[in-house]
């Protein structure tokens, strides 16, 4: 009976295991995405460029590392575009003119696949007239940084 018992317990946490690496597996690149892009947020809005450019390094590495399955054909190229366009520079100001334009291709990435379980906030800088995404409600404008700060509004939020 103890063998049994065993075996059936041994089996289950075999299967539980599996289950669990296969999630954690699909989960992460995408997860990795957002983070990545966060990070090179944060950057700019400190007025770092040059963690924005090693940040959007990382974004192009992790971007390339993700099945071409789990994300729409296009966007896994418009964003490894945009982020190497912030990663081939050490100019602040070049830097934030090509976030407009990654930030609205990873918009639409967070609207098409499930990049988090958490929300993502659509801020809006009218100065800009560009948008960005927050992990956070606080506006922390990443146009222009601490000159600028809390410019802007939380236009649309991610439920994921």
Known sequence: MKKIFFTVAFLAT????????????????????????YAIKNALVAGNAVSASTNADRFVTSANGIDSKAIPAGSITALV?????ISATKDIKHQREHFANFSTNMFALA?????????????????????????????????????????????????Q
């Open 81 to 85: 575009k945009d982020a190497s366009q």
């Open 14 to 37: 075999a299967f539980v295991q599996q289950s669990i690496a296969q999630d954690s597996t699909s989960q992460p690149p995408l997860s990795q995405l957002l983070q990545s892009y």
């Open 111 to 159: 609207k098409a696949v499930k990049l988090t379980s958490d929300p993502i906030y659509e801020a809006y800088c009218p100065m800009t007239k560009a948008n960005w995404l927050s992990s956070d409600k606080a506006i922390k404008n990443p146009y222009f940084g601490s000159s600028m700060l809390s410019c802007g509004k939380v236009v649309e939020t991610i439920n």
